[in-house]
């Protein structure tokens, strides 16, 4: 009985550090966003992000969030200037969303590369993404940034 009790802990201990170690990422709301090096708008300004860039949340304090982006740079940004909207970043040059998670399904549109594209499900190996002229399709994981 204590070793069942001991196994069903471990386990859960196990499962909740998975759900730690999970990546959030947010986007970008502001139309440009300033990103500093450190938590203030006194700190050296290292760049700007524009409205819908992905980006993944790596330390949060009261009032700033601490990022990286695509390029592996990290940063600082404002609380206010992100979303919970989880969009990805296409990668490639004409990345093909199809109409369904697998390679012989027909295309649905084309997405070019550093476009931005609302995350909506994903599918083993596929992220099903919206375009922001609302078109929907499945697009390989291997070909976006942001999950």
Same mark, same amino acid.
């Given at each position: 009985?204590?070793?069942?009790?001991?196994?069903?802990?471990?386990?859960?201990?196990?499962?909740?550090?998975?759900?730690?170690?999970?990546?959030?990422?947010?986007?970008?709301?502001?139309? $440009? @966003?300033?990103?500093?090096?450190?938590?203030?708008?006194? +700190?050296? =300004?290292?760049?700007? *992000?524009?409205?819908?860039?992905?980006?993944?949340?790596?330390?949060k304090l009261e009032g700033w969030t601490k990022v990286r982006d695509d390029t592996g740079e990290?940063?600082?940004?404002?609380?206010?200037?992100?979303?919970?909207?989880?969009?990805?970043?296409?990668?490639?040059?004409?990345?093909?969303?199809?109409? $369904? @998670?697998?390679?012989?399904?027909?295309?649905?549109?084309? +997405?070019? =590369?550093?476009?931005? *594209?609302?995350?909506?499900?994903?599918?083993?190996?596929?992220?099903?993404?919206?375009?922001?002229?609302?078109?929907?399709?499945?697009?390989?994981?291997?070909?976006?940034?942001g999950l």
């Amino acid at each position: 009985m204590i070793r069942g009790l001991w196994s069903a802990a471990v386990s859960a201990g196990l499962l909740a550090s998975a759900n730690v170690a999970a990546l959030d990422f947010r986007s970008v709301t502001e139309p $440009a @966003a300033i990103l500093y090096d450190a938590p203030s708008t006194k +700190a050296q =300004k290292l760049f700007i *992000l524009s409205q819908g860039y992905p980006v993944e949340v790596v330390v949060k304090l009261e009032g700033w969030t601490k990022v990286r982006d695509d390029t592996g740079e990290f940063a600082w940004i404002e609380n206010n200037h992100l979303s919970e909207r989880h969009t990805v970043m296409v990668k490639v040059a004409g990345a093909e969303a199809r109409q $369904a @998670a697998n390679e012989n399904s027909p295309v649905v549109f084309t +997405a070019e =590369k550093s476009v931005f *594209l609302e995350l909506v499900d994903m599918a083993v190996g596929w992220a099903k993404v919206r375009h922001n002229n609302g078109a929907t399709g499945f697009i390989k994981v291997s070909q976006l940034w942001g999950l």
